[in-house]
């Protein structure tokens, strides 16, 4: 046993806290927040968001308005809307059946527990299923050759330059209509606007709220069934569906790039790589696959699941797979080797993981596991080896250890997710739904001490001091759902 991994076993249990949320609703999506203070956002299928203290389990707001399940929760940086500031965490923008995307602002002077949205966008035809925020970052731009009245042409001069893309925050949809739509974030003190259902002579509805919209930009469509993943970086949208295809957009233009083709049944999840110039895809046909940017071809196809692959995630060194074929898999997103396999007893239900950990629901289960030595052994390996052995069903390299069980014995592990030292978690246990916290931080009798507790991200330094009260202050309740 590695010393890293002895280490992290010979630290405490992680502080628990365990409270009911949505009533006996499955929770369909779960988010984590730090600033400006830490919270839980749950969106339920009972119509709800609501969005608890991180530390105590109390419900702070309560968002009003969905007519139906929420699908779809993203969050965006209250910076990003203005163009500076502190980037507190408190606009969250959501999605669901009624076909609506809504805009909340967290931090609205409404003193009321229940909040109304200040944006509702409308549009889409059938039920929002995923959603994005696109960021402004530095991009590759190509220069066009310019013609004699100074317009571009569409031809490259073979030169780059650096340009700052999209000029603004975006917010991009996907739709069981088969569309995809993206509309500008609005910034504070911007109009608000709300759309009202409209009904011509026939009774239908009209997308008349396409041409109202002062936010809207795009209607993208040419997938041929649901749109069930998104993801988006820059200039560049991705979108996964079960029309078996991947498209990758200019969300600047609007305009559809490359239709990525390959998968033989519904894709069901995508990831983007602009480090790599690489895009990411999973599908029922159980494989994954990973594509080029730069031309739309497909570099690697990744074996070895036996069921449908629903969920894909990627880290700086790690792009992560899981199945309902009870296993995830852990892949080199350079070369599509594979590094490891984790193993549930029934099919995976949700994870999330980083460069140090990945933290998996399934089988009743929600497991932790050390993933740290995994890309030391793998590029020990691809130096040692003097053949390519090739992507997919390779023999992994190795590693990644089970850390403990964090929950056992529930009815079902619905939505995960971590932040820096903390991690929730969505379950179902005696017919009621539940949100479990845990804190992995340091605490005042150990601090300055030799052994320090396991800081969540990996590391034992650098923690602000905001961190550590936080880790010190977290309120630890008696499991009502004892196992």
């Not at 969050?75 to 203005?82: E, L, T």
């Not at 894909?312 to 080797?337: E, F, K, N, Q």
């Not at 017919?431 to 804190?439: I, K, N, S, Y």
Request: some cysteine; hydrophobic content about 35%; glycine content about 10%.
């Amino acid at each position: 046993m590695s010393s890293s991994t002895a280490s992290i076993k010979r630290q405490p249990k992680p502080k628990h806290l365990s409270f009911p949320a949505h009533g006996h609703s499955v929770i369909t999506s779960l988010l984590l927040t730090l600033k400006p203070r830490p919270r839980v956002i749950s969106a339920s299928d009972d119509s709800s968001i609501c969005v608890w203290s991180l530390l105590t389990g109390k419900l702070e707001k309560k968002l009003i308005g969905h007519e139906g399940g929420v699908w779809g929760l993203v969050v965006a940086p209250s910076g990003d809307r203005d163009g500076d500031g502190d980037g507190n965490e408190d606009i969250v923008v959501s999605g669901g059946i009624d076909r609506t995307v809504r805009v909340w602002d967290l931090n609205s002077e409404e003193e009321e527990e229940e909040c109304k949205p200040k944006h509702v966008f409308g549009g889409h035809t059938s039920t929002v299923r995923c959603l994005a925020i696109v960021k402004p970052e530095l991009v590759d731009v190509d220069v066009e050759v310019l013609d004699e009245h100074g317009d571009p042409t569409g031809h490259s001069t073979g030169v780059t330059r650096k340009e700052r893309w999209p000029k603004r925050p975006l917010i991009v949809s996907g739709s069981r209509d088969h569309s995809l739509r993206v509309w500008m974030l609005p910034r504070r003190g911007e109009p608000e606007y709300r759309y009202q259902k409209t009904t011509i002579a026939t009774g239908a509805e009209t997308n008349a709220d396409e041409n109202d919209n002062p936010y809207h930009r795009f209607y993208l469509e040419g997938h041929d069934h649901v749109v069930r993943s998104l993801a988006a970086r820059g200039r560049t949208l991705v979108s996964g569906s079960y029309d078996c295809t991947v498209r990758v957009w200019d969300v600047i233009t609007g305009k559809c790039k490359w239709v990525l083709v390959g998968h033989t049944q519904k894709v069901y999840s995508v990831a983007l790589d602009p480090s790599r110039s690489q895009i990411y895809s999973s599908s029922m046909d159980t494989t994954v696959r990973i594509w080029s940017t730069t031309n739309g071809t497909c570099l690697h196809t990744l074996t070895g699941h036996t069921s449908l692959v629903g969920l894909l995630r990627l880290s700086p060194s790690y792009l992560v797979s899981a199945a309902a074929d009870a296993t995830l898999r852990i892949w080199d997103p350079d070369t599509g080797r594979l590094l490891q396999t984790l193993a549930h007893t029934g099919a995976i239900t949700c994870f999330q993981h980083d460069e140090f950990k990945v933290v998996s629901g399934g089988d009743g289960t929600l497991k932790m596991w050390d993933v740290r030595e995994l890309k030391e052994k793998a590029n020990a390996l691809s130096a040692s080896s003097t053949s390519d052995t090739g992507a997919g069903a390779a023999a992994a390299v190795g590693g990644g250890t089970m850390l403990r069980e964090l929950l056992v014995g529930v009815t079902g592990v619905w939505q995960v997710a971590f932040e820096g030292r903390w991690c929730v978690t969505a379950t179902n246990r005696k017919d009621a739904t539940v949100l479990d916290v845990w804190g992995f931080g340091h605490s005042r009798s150990q601090k300055g001490t030799a052994e320090p507790d396991l800081d969540f991200e990996g590391g034992q330094e650098g923690d602000s001091e905001d961190e550590r009260y936080l880790a010190d202050e977290f309120w630890v309740h008696d499991d009502d759902f004892a196992e």
